[in-house]
């Protein structure tokens, strides 16, 4: 590979978007398994040792396990931590927000896609909290379009975001997804709308808002993965994964597993 070719975007044929679809549902799948063990007194290590069984019941690999290192499939994070926490034995607690984040690599391709739970009942702030960063989700997928550019994905995450009163993290990007789990481009949280690349069929991103209660900064513990919110309030994160089909967005991946799990 070329220099100049890690910055090329990889838009995907028909046939690879569905081999995509596949990967991005047993992502999906992992995450409604999981979701009825995500409760007080389970802790994060159980649910990393059943995603990676099922995972590999399907034909498939952990996406994240091994890959820069990860010791991990699943990567849980807690309350204040944004994303990429190491699952540990603390059990969950009454009150928690877990944000669950789980690849899946089947046939050469990959999946990615994260959920955030509430354990029992949570704050009614943190719960809108977590209600807002899920819109931001979808308003982000709808701008997915061939008559838009990258930027204004962003643009209407942080608008929805901010109208709120949350920080959206800046330091995290969404991204290309394909052959690689991180591909081009990145797909900031935040933008202005008609910048950036345009947006074309076979376009093939994860989109996933990480929104803070209170600031946007963030920072990395000494673990190198951990990453949370710098003034120690909740953090909440959900991705999905996307292909642009006939000019629209086409969600590849799905929470019905989860909301079938939770009742919801």
Not at 5 to 21: P, Q
Not at 259 to 264: D, M, Q, S
Request: overall charge negative.
């Amino acid at each position: 590979m070329s220099f100049l070719d890690k910055f090329m975007i990889r838009y995907k044929t028909t046939e690879e978007i569905e081999i995509m679809r596949e990967a991005a549902q047993i992502v999906s799948r992992t995450l409604g398994l999981i979701a009825k063990h995500v409760v007080p007194g389970k802790t994060p290590k159980e649910l990393d040792r059943m995603a990676e069984d099922y995972i590999r019941s399907q034909n498939a690999i952990p996406g994240f396990l091994g890959l820069y290192g990860c010791p991990s499939t699943l990567l849980i994070s807690v309350n204040d931590q944004v994303v990429h926490g190491l699952p540990t034995e603390r059990p969950f607690q009454e009150g928690d927000i877990v944000s669950v984040d789980c690849g899946s690599l089947y046939k050469g391709y990959y999946g990615d896609h994260a959920y955030t739970f509430e354990v029992g009942e949570v704050k009614p702030e943190i719960k809108k909290l977590l209600e807002v960063t899920k819109e931001c989700l979808y308003l982000g997928i709808e701008q997915c379009t061939i008559a838009n550019r990258i930027e204004d994905i962003g643009w209407a995450i942080q608008n929805h975001a901010e109208s709120h009163g949350y920080g959206v993290v800046r330091e995290l990007v969404g991204h290309g997804l394909g052959k690689s789990l991180h591909e081009e481009p990145q797909v900031p949280n935040y933008g202005r709308r008609g910048r950036g690349k345009k947006i074309q069929n076979g376009l093939t991103i994860a989109i996933e808002p990480m929104i803070n209660m209170g600031t946007e900064q963030v920072k990395t513990l000494d673990d190198k993965w951990t990453v949370v919110t710098a003034d120690g309030k909740p953090s909440a994160h959900f991705e999905h994964n996307i292909a642009v089909i006939d000019g629209k967005p086409e969600i590849l991946s799905t929470f019905d597993y989860v909301y079938e799990a939770l009742k919801i």
